[in-house]
């Protein structure tokens, strides 16, 4: 177990973490099914599985960092480069890309719409998990190549500050702070990548990883609007019998 991922793993981060899935697994089974909630941590696990596979191809030391309320991380010992860090972190959306393949070929086998879901869910948190933004992958992609990308996402928030000011002053606040929020990024991702300067990518290798990080958005999203195409009439109402919080609903 030496080089084990859950080398340090006490027993009560083994428990903490039996007693998270369970919760995890009752609440969505709950709500949805017994399927979903399956398919959901499957889902999780195999994302950082994609993460861990990368990271052990560069030789790391890494370890299972466990599950949190909102997914689950690894830990990585070594000092990785600027390309390690990207492709490790890139490796997690892509390994949730498959999954959502996968789930896609369980639904025509099994003629399940569960299925369609979980494909459906792992597009959507894939493609959200490459923001461009710290916490997510997409961030430690971007940090490394091209730190100033995320400003492309301030005319689309400033636009919503203009649809919103009048009509709802607090959603227009929210797109304030995440404007802000962006901004502060670019400025941390840019101190950021002075102090890797020691690794700093050649511009073919930073253009090779970029062009990989832009082709999975497409991918991912180019997903979506096929599954929303293709089933949207098969989801939606299968959707509005689901017991999901009203909260919940209003995000889709
Ligand atoms: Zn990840």
Same mark, same amino acid.
């Given at each position: ?38 398919? *959901? ?16 191809? *560069? ?17 990585? *010992? ?20 498959? %999954? ?27 493609? /959200? ?42 959603? %227009?606040? /929210? ?17 950021? %990548? ?59």
């Amino acid at each position: 177990m030496q080089n084990s991922i859950f080398k340090d793993w006490t027993v009560s981060k083994w428990l903490l973490n039996i007693v998270l899935i369970a919760v995890c697994v009752y609440a969505l089974s709950y709500s949805v099914n017994f399927i979903f909630a399956i398919g *959901y941590v499957a889902m999780l696990i195999v994302h950082e599985i994609g993460h861990i596979v990368a990271a052990l191809n *560069y030789r790391c030391e890494v370890r299972f960092g466990g599950f949190t309320p909102f997914g689950a991380y690894i830990q990585i *010992y070594n000092h990785t480069s600027t390309k390690q860090t990207a492709i490790i972190a890139l490796c997690g959306p892509f390994f949730g890309f498959l %999954s959502s393949l996968g789930f896609l070929g369980l639904a025509y086998v099994l003629q399940d719409t569960t299925y369609l879901w979980l494909c459906f869910f792992a597009a959507v948190v894939s493609v /959200m998990n490459l923001m461009p933004l710290h916490p997510f992958d997409g961030g430690k992609v971007i940090c490394g190549t091209f730190p100033t990308f995320p400003l492309i996402l301030v005319p689309f928030l400033g636009y919503g500050v203009y649809l919103t000011y009048k009509s709802d002053p607090d959603m %227009s606040y /929210m797109y304030i702070a995440l404007i802000i929020y962006v901004i502060w990024n670019v400025w941390k991702m840019k101190k950021d %990548s002075k102090y890797k300067a020691l690794f700093r990518l050649d511009k073919a290798m930073n253009i090779q990883i970029f062009s990989f990080y832009i082709a999975m958005i497409v991918l991912l999203i180019g997903l979506i609007v096929v599954l929303l195409e293709t089933f949207g009439s098969t989801l939606w109402p299968n959707f509005q019998e689901m017991q999901i919080p009203n909260f919940l609903q209003g995000l889709f």
